[in-house]
């Protein structure tokens, strides 16, 4: 294990450690699953001997995973995957408890942002464990002397690498796991690309993974960071989910149980005839503009909320992101139209004042609200999720050299026995088929 010294974290307080000490033990209550894997791993130490650099959001939940994959034998070093995420205290308990060099800092800049994932980098991983792909994308950039599309600081320090320096870094890499929906379209476009260096298993696609972090994680945890950031009754307001995959399936259903009236907005028509189906009033965004008073995107893509939607919303209108990165508003869009600078009414409200006078609300600078704001998902949906990433990371330094320069799915072993160890955890018992009808199962032979 390597100590944390000065030297080898960044943190924005240690002196806060203590809380951030309870809010881990507070946390790992409601995490059964990952520390059923925690006590098999220290005894067993799977991944003794691999150096693993993890770019996360820095919670509770994801300390419980780093001290996980300690007590299985990793070198590991942490760091935020998204610059307002990171709950500091925990940053510092990561430190001062569990000696794991951490960098972080909530509201940290961009330039800070991509010092931190330098950090990782210079950690030499055998493994990565990405939120997002930003830590494999600088990896690969870096590699492929692709210097214009690093952050600048970023560049700058790479360009000063000498060839044999930039092959060392990706060299000893054996494979790594993604998080996110928006890491692993990352990742497969690479892949398709075939600039894929290694292989990826791709968490988010597990379905104890996506089925209820992506669901009900999501859902609850975006509804709390829109409240806490603005304190506006949801009831009776027109509350437009830009999205309806698992995300915008699970807001949109926590939206109406507080008594929203929720409107659905679709590029994929499965998917907005599911809403229909749902309940729901499915419009574009150009209509749905006119009407909303919430507006939350979960896509995954850039330019959702756009300069002509802006121009159609309403007095007051309060506009969120829920998707990994804040491409999904076009705020430099919303700053043209605007006079001034925008005002920080609350914490984590931005209020812009268009030309005609109109006020609309910015959570979050249109980054995760339900990290910005709050303490994204529950850690009982995160055990889950962490449990696949231990697991993953588990059969990855088993496995890695028989493997391709792929995204893989998490094994269908793997997201059962999750599902089975927490059904065992919630004292839920579920039947098991009897011989006759497995036969029947696996039999054409019986009919009508």
């Not at 007051?316 to 919303?334: D, K, M, Q, R």
Request: contains cysteine; negative net charge.
């Amino acid at each position: 294990m390597k100590e944390a010294t000065a030297n080898n974290y960044d943190i924005k307080d240690l002196n806060q450690a203590e809380g951030g000490h309870r809010r881990i033990d507070w946390a790992e209550l409601e995490m059964p699953v990952l520390r059923q894997i925690r006590e098999r791993f220290k005894k067993e130490k799977p991944l003794q001997g691999l150096r693993v650099s993890a770019c996360l959001h820095v919670t509770a939940e994801t300390a419980n995973l780093m001290r996980t994959l300690q007590e299985g034998g990793a070198d590991v070093v942490l760091t935020a995957s998204n610059p307002l995420s990171t709950q500091d205290d925990v940053a510092a308990a990561l430190v001062n408890r569990y000696e794991i060099p951490t960098f972080a800092i909530k509201g940290e800049d961009n330039v800070t942002y991509y010092k931190h994932i330098r950090a990782a980098l210079e950690h030499k991983p055998h493994m990565t464990m990405d939120d997002g792909a930003d830590l494999v994308s600088s990896l690969f950039f870096i590699e492929m002397g692709r210097y214009e599309k690093l952050e600048p600081s970023l560049a700058s320090w790479a360009k000063g690498l000498s060839d044999e320096e930039r092959k060392e870094f990706l060299a000893g890499v054996i494979g790594g796991t993604e998080e996110t929906t928006t890491g692993v379209i990352r990742l497969k476009a690479m892949e398709t690309d075939k600039v894929l260096k290694f292989p990826v298993i791709a968490v988010n696609d597990a379905q104890t993974k996506h089925f209820f972090d992506n669901r009900y994680g999501t859902g609850q945890s975006t509804i709390d960071g829109i409240i806490r950031a603005t304190n506006v009754l949801l009831a009776g307001k027109n509350f437009v989910v830009a999205g309806y995959g698992w995300c915008g399936r699970g807001l949109a259903s926590r939206a109406r149980g507080m008594g929203a009236q929720v409107i659905v907005t679709e590029v994929d028509p499965l998917k907005a005839l599911e809403a229909v189906m749902d309940g729901y009033q499915v419009m574009s965004m150009a209509e749905a503009a006119k009407i909303g008073d919430f507006f939350c995107t979960v896509t995954g893509d850039i330019n959702v909320i756009d300069g002509p939607h802006f121009e159609a919303m309403k007095n007051g209108a309060i506009v969120a992101n829920s998707g990994h990165f804040n491409v999904e508003i076009n705020i430099p869009a919303l700053k043209k139209m605007s006079v001034g600078e925008p005002t920080l009414v609350r914490p984590f409200v931005d209020q812009y004042t268009t030309k005609d006078g109109r006020k609309i609300n910015i959570l979050g600078e249109g980054r995760l609200i339900n990290l910005a704001s709050a303490e994204g998902h529950p850690a009982s949906v995160m055990d889950m999720s962490f449990a696949n990433q231990a697991l993953s990371a588990e059969y990855m330094a088993k496995n890695a050299d028989k493997l391709e320069k792929k995204v893989y799915s998490v094994p269908e072993e793997i997201d059962k026995e999750i599902a089975r160890i927490k059904l065992e955890a919630m004292g839920v018992k579920i039947d098991t088929l009897t011989d006759a009808q497995l036969h029947y199962l696996s039999s054409w032979e019986e009919g009508t």
